[in-house]
């Protein structure tokens, strides 16, 4: 039986829509719009889909850091409307998030001994010696050498503030990691470091993943499963295998053939599209139809009039196109 850690059914955000000198909200518009997710016990489900698609907002609401419109949220087998404050605050120190900024991620006028040391004391780790032995501990896990301790975040490259980032997640013994494009702001040479350190490390620690990408490459050594997201719904959603080999929405052929590492030898497989110019909709002005339908290559009448439900392909494969096993 799968190992749900956290999960979300139907989940909803939706912002004000203001107008005018007076800011007066004249309408709603969907940011995470009517998502369900299973984050498995020790594995990771990747969120692809480009800039502006809502990922962030979802980290944020699925953590309760802002209110959700409408769906469910459970954690651990409870729903997070049901916890108490201090079940909220327990999930919230059980949940460790790493973001793409890495200098605005750890306080410029803490040392990095003071920037893991703090997490520690805030979880209730009285033992000065004790918090030591776990900084050193983890630093090592990380690749970093107890030499950094006293220095400050400025001192540091990118890649090695990631490193920290990731060990001050860790001290706490999260169960579950966000990483909301925890390496888009790195070189291409630290980004598979990064990416490998983590995939260690979920190993040892036997970590549930939120991995958050723009990219399909970044996410195809690590994720096990992944769900590609469009305008704040997920349009495809696979194991990471079958993705690669059998998208079957036009976006996410798209996303295969913007990753050049993996399309090379992929033509033949169709993923030699392009999209149409046309813009994104507008959240405050929803349409009737499918929301990619403005930049599909395929869409026809029915795109335009019918928004596609979501429909199985195969076990656990499922898309929300109209053209689906047609293209
Ligand atoms: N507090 C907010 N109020 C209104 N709109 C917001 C707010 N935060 C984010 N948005 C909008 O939600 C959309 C999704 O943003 P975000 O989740 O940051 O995208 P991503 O992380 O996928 O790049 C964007 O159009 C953004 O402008
Ligand atoms: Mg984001």
């Given at each position: 039986m799968k190992d749900i850690v956290l999960s979300c059914d139907n989940l909803l955000k939706q912002y004000p829509v203001k107008k005018g000198?007076?800011?007066?909200?004249v309408g709603q518009k969907n940011i995470v719009d009517h998502v369900s997710l299973e984050l498995e016990k020790g594995k990771t489900l990747a969120i692809v889909g480009e800039s502006g698609c809502g990922k962030t907002v979802l980290t944020r609401v699925l953590l309760g850091i802002e209110d959700k419109t409408d769906g469910s949220i459970v954690f651990e087998g409870k729903s997070v409307d049901d916890m108490t404050?201090?079940?909220?605050?327990?999930?919230?120190?059980?949940?460790?998030?790493?973001?793409?900024?890495?200098?605005?991620?750890?306080?410029?006028?803490?040392?990095?001994?003071?920037?893991?040391?703090?997490?520690?004391i805030l979880n209730?780790?009285?033992?000065?010696?004790?918090?030591?032995?776990?900084?050193?501990?983890?630093?090592?896990?990380?690749?970093?050498?107890?030499?950094?301790?006293?220095?400050?975040?400025?001192?540091?490259?990118?890649?090695?503030?990631?490193?920290?980032?990731?060990?001050?997640?860790?001290?706490?013994?999260?169960?579950?990691?966000?990483?909301?494009?925890?390496i888009s702001a790195l070189d291409v040479s630290l980004q598979a470091q990064v990416i490998n350190m983590l995939i260690d490390l979920q190993?040892?620690?036997k970590l549930s993943m939120l991995l958050i990408a723009h990219d399909l490459a970044v996410v195809r050594q690590i994720a096990d499963q992944i769900k590609i997201m469009y305008f704040g719904e997920i349009v495809e959603s696979a194991p990471s295998s079958e993705i690669y080999k059998n998208a079957q929405h036009p976006y996410t052929?798209?996303?295969?053939?913007?990753?050049?590492?993996?399309?090379?030898?992929?033509e033949d497989a169709g993923f030699d599209i392009d999209l149409k110019p046309g813009d994104i909709p507008d959240p405050a002005k929803?349409?009737?139809?499918?929301?990619?339908?403005?930049r599909c290559i395929y869409a026809d009448e029915r795109c335009m009039k019918e928004r596609?439900?979501?429909?199985?392909?195969?076990?656990?494969?499922?898309?929300?196109?109209h053209k689906a096993g047609q293209i």
């Amino acid at each position: 039986m799968k190992d749900i850690v956290l999960s979300c059914d139907n989940l909803l955000k939706q912002y004000p829509v203001k107008k005018g000198m007076f800011n007066k909200v004249v309408g709603q518009k969907n940011i995470v719009d009517h998502v369900s997710l299973e984050l498995e016990k020790g594995k990771t489900l990747a969120i692809v889909g480009e800039s502006g698609c809502g990922k962030t907002v979802l980290t944020r609401v699925l953590l309760g850091i802002e209110d959700k419109t409408d769906g469910s949220i459970v954690f651990e087998g409870k729903s997070v409307d049901d916890m108490t404050p201090q079940e909220k605050s327990d999930m919230k120190a059980k949940i460790q998030m790493i973001f793409q900024d890495t200098l605005g991620s750890l306080h410029p006028r803490m040392s990095i001994r003071e920037s893991l040391e703090e997490p520690l004391i805030l979880n209730g780790v009285k033992d000065k010696e004790e918090r030591e032995k776990i900084i050193l501990d983890t630093l090592s896990q990380v690749g970093m050498a107890p030499m950094f301790l006293d220095r400050y975040p400025h001192q540091l490259s990118g890649g090695q503030r990631q490193r920290i980032i990731i060990a001050r997640c860790l001290v706490v013994t999260p169960k579950i990691i966000f990483a909301d494009e925890p390496i888009s702001a790195l070189d291409v040479s630290l980004q598979a470091q990064v990416i490998n350190m983590l995939i260690d490390l979920q190993d040892k620690y036997k970590l549930s993943m939120l991995l958050i990408a723009h990219d399909l490459a970044v996410v195809r050594q690590i994720a096990d499963q992944i769900k590609i997201m469009y305008f704040g719904e997920i349009v495809e959603s696979a194991p990471s295998s079958e993705i690669y080999k059998n998208a079957q929405h036009p976006y996410t052929k798209v996303l295969l053939k913007a990753a050049p590492s993996i399309s090379k030898g992929l033509e033949d497989a169709g993923f030699d599209i392009d999209l149409k110019p046309g813009d994104i909709p507008d959240p405050a002005k929803p349409m009737p139809g499918c929301p990619f339908c403005t930049r599909c290559i395929y869409a026809d009448e029915r795109c335009m009039k019918e928004r596609p439900e979501e429909t199985e392909v195969s076990p656990g494969h499922t898309v929300r196109c109209h053209k689906a096993g047609q293209i």
